[in-house]
C-alpha cells in the first residue's frame, strides 16, 4: 500500500495531496469534489483527473490548501493532484500527456506579485506624478 504526497504552489496558495489506494474519492480540505464551488474551480481540478481516465478512479485523494484566493487555490490543488498521479502511476505516458495538454498541470507557475518601492504609492511601478505644468 504505497502513500503518495506532493504539493502545488501558485501565488501565495500551497496545496498539498495525499494519494492512496481506494475507490476514487476526491476532496478537497474535507470537501467532496462534487460539492466544491466555484464550478470553474471544480471544472479545473478534474482536468488531471479526467485525463488520468482508470488511475484516478483506483485512489483516494485528500488535498489541503490554504494561502491565495480562489483561483489560486484551484491552479495550486490542480497541480499537486497532477503531480501525485503521475508519480503514483509511474507512467510516462500519462507525464507526456498531462505535459501535451497543459504544462501547468506538472510545472509550478513561479510568477509572483512584484514588491512595492518606496515613494511609489502603492503601486510597484507607478511613477511619481509632476505637478509643476
Known sequence: MKTIITSGKRKSAIAKAVVQPGTGV???NNMILDFYEPKMS???LMEPLILSGDIAEKVD????VNGGGISSQADASRLAIAKALSEYSKSKKLKEQFL????SLLVADVRRKEPSKPNRHGQARAKRQKSYR
Open 26 to 28: 476526491v476532496k478537497i
Open 42 to 44: 471544480r471544472l479545473k
Open 61 to 64: 485523494i485528500r488535498v489541503t
Open 100 to 103: 501535451k495538454y497543459d504544462r
